[in-house]
């Protein structure tokens, strides 16, 4: 079975304040921690949008191909189905947020390793759902659904989700102001 990794990293960091891809963190640019994390997943793609040439530019991508999706701003779905596009061919897809800098290469195989005939697997901490996900088939051939700023989450409310608790291996917290990257 393919696992393909798709690494969320297309939006403009309105919250933030300015292209949160970049801002360091412990001495590399927050993106490069999430990427480090799906190294040993093979294929993996990074979906950018907002200041795609910047980030080029400024992030050792580790590896992972670079997708562009020219509709970042209609939202985490058009990014979603840009990037799965890209891992067409992939009987599963792990979704990782760029802006998750505490994620880890232990949970990332935890949650890839997941067995089971669930429609998704979602990383839990402390019992809490977040990310990384992983989409089975069943889910991947309904991404034309997708549509906003949800992601997956309105397909992911009708399916059956199987869980992974990964908070001993792992930081859920992403970043999403200035304020929380100063607190990491």
């Known amino acids: 079975m393919t696992v393909g990794a798709l690494i969320l990293a297309a939006g403009e960091g309105r919250r933030f304040g300015g292209t949160k891809q970049l801002a360091e963190l412990d001495g590399r640019p927050l993106l490069e921690h999430a990427l480090a994390a799906v190294s040993s997943i093979s294929p993996r793609v990074v979906v950018l949008g907002h200041a795609a040439d910047e980030i080029l530019a400024g992030v050792d991508l580790q590896g ?11 939202g985490q779905s058009a990014s979603l189905r840009c990037g799965l596009a890209a891992l067409d061919g992939a009987d599963a897809v792990l979704v990782v947020l760029g802006d998750q800098p505490g994620i880890t290469p232990a949970a990332i195989d935890a949650v890839a390793a997941a067995d089971g005939d669930d429609d998704a697997v979602r990383a839990t901490y402390d019992g809490v759902p977040s990310h990384p996900v992983l989409l089975r088939a069943s889910l991947l051939a309904r991404a034309g659904e997708l549509r906003g700023d949800s992601g997956f989450r309105d397909l992911l409310a009708g399916a ?25």
């Open 64 to 74: 992972a191909e670079p997708v562009i999706c020219a509709d970042w701003a209609d």
């Open 160 to 184: 059956r989700v199987g869980e992974v608790e990964v908070g001993h291996l792992a930081d859920a917290r992403d970043v999403d102001t200035r304020e929380e990257l100063a607190r990491r």
